[in-house]
C-alpha cells in the first residue's frame, strides 16, 4: 500500500481565500484523523471520522473550518476564509480501527502558508 | 489539566553514543502512551505503544519504559545513527483508550552529529 496520500503537498495562498486539502487513507481502515502541527502548539487533532462519520469536531478551530468524507477513500479539509494563522503544517493519518492500542499511519503533511 | 511534557526540548550527541528522552504526563484515568518519530518534512511514525500494564517495550535500537504509578516515560536509543536525528513525541491516550483522546507532547528534537 502507498500509505496515506495528502494533497497538495505545499500551499500558498493570500488572506480571505478558499484552502482545499485532500486526503486518501490506507485502504481498508475505518479511521481517519485531521490533525495540525505548529512549532507553539505541537500536534492538534483538529476532528476525526469513523466510517466516513465525524465523530468529534471539538478540535476545529473556527467555523471557518469545515471537513468531510463523502466516502472510505477520500476526505477534505477546507478553510474558508484563510487568515494568516491558519499557517501550519496539516496532517491527515489514518488507523485499522480505533482501538486503543492501533497504531496511526501518518500522510506527509500539507504545509499552508496564508500570506 | 491533562497534559504531557517532554524533556529536553533539545538534544546533540555524538553518533555510536546513548541518550534518553523523559515524557512526564498529568493525564488521568490514563490508558496507554506512544512515542512517535517524525522525521523533518514528515508524519510522525509509531516507535512503540505501552499500556498501563506495561513495564518496557522495545523496538530494534528503541526502548521505551513506563512509570504509571509516577506518571512517567522514557525513550532510551542505544548506539544512536545520525538516521536517528529527529523529533521525538510522546502521546498519551486517557479515558477509554480512544484515539480522539490523545494528548500529544511538543516533542524532543534529537540531533545526531558525526
Known amino acids: 500500500d502507498a500509505g496515506v496520500i495528502q494533497s497538495p503537498r505545499h500551499e500558498v495562498t493570500e488572506m480571505g481565500q478558499e484552502v482545499t486539502l485532500r486526503c486518501k487513507p490506507i485502504s481498508g481502515h475505518d479511521y481517519l484523523f485531521w490533525y495540525r502541527q505548529t512549532m507553539m502548539r505541537g500536534l492538534e487533532l483538529l476532528i476525526y471520522f469513523n466510517n466516513n462519520v465525524p465523530i468529534d469536531d471539538s478540535g476545529m478551530p473556527e467555523d471557518r473550518f469545515s471537513a468531510k468524507m463523502p466516502n472510505a477513500s477520500f476526505s477534505t479539509l477546507k478553510i474558508q476564509p484563510s487568515e494568516p494563522r491558519d499557517s501550519a503544517v496539516y496532517f491527515c493519518?489514518?488507523?485499522?480501527?480505533?482501538?486503543?492500542?492501533?497504531?496511526?499511519?501518518f500522510g506527509p503533511g500539507t504545509r499552508l502558508t496564508v500570506l | 489539566k491533562n497534559q504531557v511534557e517532554q524533556s529536553p526540548q533539545s538534544l546533540i550527541i555524538l553518533e555510536g553514543k546513548n541518550c534518553t528522552l523523559q515524557?512526564?504526563?498529568?493525564?488521568?484515568?490514563?490508558?496507554?502512551l506512544r512515542w512517535y518519530k517524525q522525521d523533518t518534512g514528515r508524519g510522525p511514525v509509531s516507535l512503540t505503544i505501552?499500556?498501563?500494564?506495561?513495564n518496557t517495550k522495545s523496538n530494534g535500537r528503541y526502548t521505551a519504559t513506563l512509570d504509571a504509578d509516577t506518571k512517567q516515560s522514557s525513550l532510551h536509543i542505544t548506539a544512536s545513527q545520525l538516521s536517528d536525528s529527529a523529533s521525538y513525541i510522546c502521546v498519551v491516550s486517557g479515558e477509554g483508550g480512544s484515539q480522539g483522546n490523545l494528548i500529544f507532547g511538543k516533542g524532543t528534537k534529537l540531533s545526531v552529529k558525526p
Open positions: 515524557c512526564n504526563y498529568t493525564v488521568s484515568p490514563f490508558s496507554n
Open positions: 505501552m499500556t498501563f500494564s506495561e
Open positions: 493519518a489514518s488507523s485499522f480501527r480505533g482501538g486503543a492500542t492501533d497504531t496511526q499511519y
